[in-house]
């Protein structure tokens, strides 16, 4: 029995050390699909952490370039004519921007040149439709009217503007040049001393009063063609009325300023949303009147109103006025010596297929 109990010992310890091998090998095993197991997760883990960062990053990006919506994209361009009130109405613009949220720039050119230069043009117009902290935006300055879809961009600007009788604003041109205004009344002019009166200029045949210098309005509605500015154009002329008809929201006039800014406000409330009430009611700081002018007479305007230049930019003008009043006539009333805007006049009906 000694001698079978020694001969049986090696084959346990054999089958031992064999049991402990396949436990070695499964142990291994097992713990390989555990390593196989944790990087897998690990994996997985990893994985959506990133796509934790991509989605903050898509989110920050979002939140960066997301399209602004239609109220905070819009820009509006005043591109004023000298002496129809543009100051008066700019100051408003001034006034209500921190109230309403949206920022006013001055487009200051050159030499006051209103014609910019091709590359000047490229420039302006990537300012105005890509500059998203300045928007929304009012733009004003004495500058030609300028085509932005000739350009490539997808958002036009409203276009606003204010015209004038043509000899009105020319007589307050000439005594602005000589004596300013109340609203910088210490800055020196340019023709400052010199006394002639409108009447005399026009009676001598000087230059600051020739017919010539009433062509202003109607280059600036036409805007950087040539043409425009060809003192007495009639293409310009038509080029200048289409842009009022098809590119302007509205155009008033500066004998009607207020219903201007009446409708304005109507419209555009973004921007012009108590405009009204701080032109009726306010201190009127912001008006601003030429200094020592003076009346022409008949006899002034009537050899003026001779020349084939003020015969263009008299029917330029009376077009402008002729479209304003259409627009008020459907967007006004009046009441016991008030004006007051209409309410909407029309809604929606017979909407299909029906919502449940």
Known sequence: MGLLRIMMAPKFQLLAVMAFGVAMLFIENQIQKLEESRAKLERTIARHEVAQVEQRHNEDVGRELAPLSEKDDMVIIY??????????????????????????????????????????????????????EMKPGFYHGHVAYLDFSKFGVKGKPLYINVVRDPIERLVSYYYFLRFGDDYRPGLRRRKQGDKKTFDECVSSGGSDCAPEKLWLQIPFFCGHHSECWNVGSRWALEQAKYNLVNEYLLVGVTEELEDFIM??????????????????????????????????????????????????????????????????????????????????????????????
């Not at 973004?270 to 201190?283: E, I, M, Q, S, V």
Request: proline letters at 4%; charged letters at 25%; one cysteine or more.
């Open 79 to 132: 591109n004023r004519v000298p002496k129809t009130a543009s100051t008066s109405f700019t100051n408003i613009a001034y006034d209500l921007c921190a109230k309403n949220g949206f920022h006013v720039l001055h487009i200051n050119t050159t030499k006051n040149n209103p014609v910019m230069s091709l590359q000047d043009q490229v420039r302006f117009v990537r300012n105005v439709t890509s500059w998203r």
């Open 263 to 356: 409708i304005l406000e109507a419209a555009v409330p973004r921007f012009f949303k108590g405009a009204t009430d701080l032109y009726r009611t306010g201190k009127k700081s912001h008006l601003r009147k030429t200094t020592e002018k003076k009346p022409p007479t008949k006899e002034t305007i009537a050899k003026l109103q001779q020349s084939n230049i003020w015969k263009i930019e008299n029917e330029f003008y009376e077009f402008a006025l002729e479209q304003f009043q259409f627009v008020r006539a459907h967007a006004v009333r009046e009441k016991d010596g008030e004006l007051y805007i209409l309410a909407q006049s029309f809604f929606y009906e017979k909407i299909y297929p029906k919502v449940n």
